[in-house]
């Protein structure tokens, strides 16, 4: 209750006592005392320790209504009380309390007005209810306008949130990005920079006239340093690898990842691996995961799906990723290229297939609005890297040292996960392996 409508109680209540000891009337000093009791029972309500729409403001509505009757029917002037009770109803009622209280005092207004002046008149009716149906208009506009400010700020603090946790991502996604393009660029330069120095430090040492000890010596200690500091690259390749892949399977990564979204989305997604896991190089396994990741990014954040299905399936010369979900879909020819002039760009597209295209692999993406979406990605399981065939040719010829100086780049990760059992098959039913699945799944033919 405002300042202002209790300073309108206490002036009605003065003027009521004013106007009726002014009379002079016998009833002067009881209509006094009326109003005295109905502002000691006013001033006591917002000094009792009650809530809102509870027990407590009943009560004290119902002695104020008492107090206010016997004023009333003291003295005409008590109507005038009746406006600003209709406010103090609706706010400390229910919408339907308030409302039903609010017409009871209406009613009583209008009978002992009419009472005082000897009959109803077109006055005493319109008068009451017009002050009621403002009050109610008042009330329950402002309530309306409260409740509507509050939705507001509670979207203001959600979208708040969103964009600083898009912001983090971002930053995470960016970092991790940083730490992959390092990898790569270690792996792609130094380490096979050193192991092509190895193999001709090796040839030369072979080389040698059989009298040239100090020369031999001298490649020995090149070849050790070079040995010693591809270790080192491999050492730091190792440690850029995305967390998700530290000491696990991909397999087991991208079980989590499917867990961690159910969990922190509410979108049932399932995980399948149908085929034979084996060991995969290091930048197909972070590829994958980083497509997964993208693809059920776009599913929470677009498709408004109901499930999911994410499938990892090992075949004989290829492995595969789908992910499937029964969402609201799209049409990919219509999704504008990056830098194309819109805010809703295909970056996350392009960012896959360029994933899948550095590896020798193709990603494919079969979707229609309203028939959800199906995203398949596939790798050659060889490892298309500079070194390996340097690193075989090291493996034959060596006869010191063996197996621990190839050039080529054993995979960090080497756990891979137990087969599923048959019934498992893909999720997509993109190439036609494995049972069909779930009836929101579509094959390329529908």
Same mark, same amino acid.
């Given at each position: 209750m405002s300042r202002l409508l209790h300073l309108l109680v206490a002036g009605l209540l003065a003027l009521a006592a004013g106007r009726a000891l002014v009379a002079g009337g016998p009833d002067g000093a009881a209509v006094t005392a009326a109003a005295v009791l109905t502002g000691a029972v006013y001033a006591a309500g917002p000094l009792l320790p009650v809530t809102r729409w509870g027990r407590g403001p009943a009560v004290w509505l119902l002695v104020l209504g008492g107090a206010w009757l016997v004023l009333l029917w003291l003295a005409p002037d008590g109507i005038w009380l009746a406006f600003p009770l209709f406010f103090v109803q609706l706010q400390l009622l229910p919408v339907r309390w308030g409302t039903a209280a609010v017409a009871a005092t209406t009613v009583a207004a209008v009978a002992g007005f009419a009472w005082h002046r000897g009959g109803p008149s077109v006055g005493t009716v319109v008068g009451p209810v017009l002050g009621a149906a403002v009050a109610v208009a008042t009330v329950l506009g402002y309530q309306a306008l409260y409740r509507e400010s509050e939705e507001r700020r +509670?979207?203001?603090?959600?979208?708040?949130?969103?964009?600083?946790? &898009?912001?983090?991502?971002?930053?995470?996604? /960016?970092?991790?990005?940083?730490?992959?393009?390092?990898? =790569?660029?270690?792996?792609?330069?130094?380490? @096979?920079? %050193?192991? #092509?120095?190895?193999? &001709?430090?090796?040839?030369?040492? =072979?080389?040698?006239?059989? /009298?040239? /000890?100090?020369? $031999?010596?001298?490649?020995? @200690?090149?070849? @050790?340093?070079? $040995?010693?500091?591809?270790?080192?690259? =491999?050492?730091?390749?190792?440690?850029?690898?995305?967390?998700?892949?530290? /000491?696990? #399977? %991909? #397999? !087991?990564?991208?079980? =989590?990842?499917?867990?961690?979204?159910?969990? $922190?989305?509410?979108?049932?997604?399932?995980?399948?691996?149908?085929?034979?896991?084996?060991?995969?190089?290091?930048?197909?396994?972070?590829? &994958?995961?980083?497509? !997964? @990741?993208?693809?059920? #990014?776009?599913?929470?954040?677009?498709? +408004?799906?109901? $499930?999911?299905?994410?499938?990892?399936s090992y075949m004989d010369t290829q492995v595969a990723l789908d992910v499937v979900d029964d969402g609201t879909g799209f049409d990919p020819a219509a999704v504008p290229p990056p830098g194309g002039g819109s805010d809703r760009g295909g970056f996350g597209l392009a960012a896959m297939r360029a994933r899948t295209r550095a590896l020798g692999g193709v990603l494919t993406v079969e979707s229609a609005p309203g028939q959800g979406t199906a995203l398949a990605a596939m790798l050659p399981r060889a490892a298309q890297e500079p070194g390996a065939q340097e690193s075989g040719a090291e493996e034959s010829g060596a006869q010191e040292s063996g197996a621990e100086e190839s050039g080529a780049e054993e995979p960090a990760v080497r756990k891979p996960a137990a087969a599923q059992e048959p019934g498992a098959g893909r999720a997509g039913g993109v190439r036609g392996s494995g049972p069909a699945a779930d009836p929101f799944v579509r094959t390329a033919d529908e």
């Open positions: +509670r979207v203001v603090e959600e979208l708040t949130e969103a964009r600083e946790g &898009l912001a983090a991502a971002d930053h995470a996604a /960016g970092v991790m990005a940083e730490r992959e393009r390092l990898a =790569r660029e270690i792996h792609d330069t130094l380490a @096979q920079g %050193l192991s #092509s120095i190895q193999l &001709l430090l090796r040839a030369a040492e =072979r080389a040698l006239p059989d /009298g040239a /000890g100090d020369a $031999q010596e001298y490649v020995r @200690q090149a070849r @050790q340093a070079a $040995q010693d500091n591809l270790a080192e690259a =491999r050492r730091f390749v190792r440690a850029l690898t995305p967390p998700g892949l530290e /000491g696990s #399977s %991909l #397999s !087991a990564a991208l079980e =989590r990842l499917c867990a961690t979204t159910a969990a $922190q989305h509410g979108l049932p997604v399932h995980f399948h691996v149908s085929g034979h896991p084996c060991a995969l190089p290091t930048t197909h396994e972070v590829a &994958l995961l980083r497509i !997964a @990741q993208s693809a059920l #990014s776009n599913t929470v954040r677009h498709a +408004r799906a109901t $499930q999911a299905e994410v499938t990892l």
